[in-house]
């Protein structure tokens, strides 16, 4: 919801204050002048990123309006490692074999959908906990591994804000594009064009470069910035697994892992002790 405020604010003032200034609203619609920034602007990260970025940046761009990492997502997560680490420690590693071989119809991981619809996260969490059913890996090991492997996931999760904020970089410079394409315009007709027609023109030329500044730095590089904490925030939860789960391989008893996990969530969500632990009791 903020996100949507900000947008409409962003419109609403700049909007806003010229046409109180005086300015007429027809005056910047120029859809020509959208097409050549926009398509460049397109044309540009299509050659600069592999061929299934566009779509994945698009569905995370669209997901930036409703975050789901909040209060209840982080105590979830910490509720399915709680309860799977506690059946694993009450009946043995071989008893969730069969809820980490196929989580879609695990009782367990079916508790969860917000984190079973990450197909991503749940294997994370299937494939350590495997590893860790073979007993044949020191903690320490299986520490290294997760830093391996939450390092290259980094580097998958960071992506989309680093592509968007590319393209943030390059909007003002497509914008003078279509500046420079409008005076080309304007030039070729001085001979016959009076000074009202000169000017219209010109006018043209200088929404482009309006239409590139702020999409630069009303839209395109806030959205960067909102990816790119949506990363931080997904990488967090990849952390708070990893220690949960080695606290878990070093003998910790399952409540004491999950408060490992828990410590290493982002305050602004991350649930209390005491709301851990009455989910845990199953309150």
Known sequence: MAKIIGIIVVFACVLGGFILSGGQFMALVHPYEILIIGGAALGAFLQANPGSAFMHVFKKS????????????YLD????????????????????????????????????????????????????????????????????????????????????????????????????????????????????????????????????????????????GPLAAALEHDAKEELNVYEAIKAGLVASASGMPPSLAVEFSRKVLFPAHRPSFSELEQAMRGG
Do not use: W
């Open 62 to 73: 669209l997901s930036m309006f409703s975050s789901r990492f909040t209060h209840a997502y």
């Open 77 to 220: 997560v910490l509720k399915l490692l709680y309860e799977i680490l506690n059946k694993s420690r009450r009946e043995g590693m071989m008893a969730i074999e069969a809820d980490v071989e196929d989580p879609a119809v695990s009782p367990i991981f079916s508790k969860y959908p917000g984190i079973l619809k990450d197909q991503q996260m749940t294997s994370f969490i299937c494939d350590y906990l495997r590893i860790m059913s073979s007993g044949n890996m020191a903690p320490h090991e299986l520490e290294g591994l997760f830093d391996m492997e939450i390092s290259s996931l980094k580097e998958e999760i960071e992506h989309p804000a680093h592509a968007v904020a590319k393209v943030a970089d390059g909007m003002p410079a497509m914008g003078i594009v279509a500046a420079v394409l409008g005076i080309v315009i304007t030039m070729s007709i001085l001979a016959e064009a009076d000074n009202a027609e000169i000017g219209q023109k010109v006018g043209t030329a200088l929404v482009g470069t309006f239409f590139g500044i702020l999409a630069s730095y009303g839209f395109f």
